[in-house]
């Protein structure tokens, strides 16, 4: 088992920056990572995918968030991060990060981001 925790949510207003971080319990090889990713989930929406990184450093990005949103990963560590500029009210929801690996996929518990008006 994998146990991911995710930090650096919280409360920011309009146009600010947030990063978020989220680091695994325990190491886990490079060459058994297939991706890392940020997912969120918006009030009275579904979960979507925000921001992924795939092996190769392959990134990919919800339409809403692009140009605003950077993630990127340290292997050594097996930390992920998302980096937020420019935040909108509509970015606020529940960040959850998952990493999906050859033993399965696994989640963290989510950190809430809240962007004031």
């Known amino acids: 088992q994998i146990q991911l925790v995710e930090s650096g949510g919280g409360l920011v207003q309009a146009g600010g920056s947030l990063r978020l971080s989220c680091a695994a319990s325990r190491r886990v090889y490079i060459n058994r990572i297939y991706s890392m990713a940020w997912y969120r989930q918006i009030p009275g929406k579904q979960r979507e995918l925000a921001a992924q990184i795939s092996r190769g450093d392959t990134t990919e990005y919800a339409d809403s968030v692009k140009g605003r949103f950077t993630i990127s990963a340290d292997n050594d560590k097996n930390v992920v991060f998302l980096q937020m500029v420019s935040m909108p009210p509509e970015d606020t929801a529940i960040y959850s990060c998952?990493?999906?690996?050859?033993?399965?996929?696994?989640w963290g518990q989510g950190t809430q981001v809240t962007v004031s008006s």
């Open positions: 998952k990493i999906t690996t050859t033993m399965g996929a696994f």
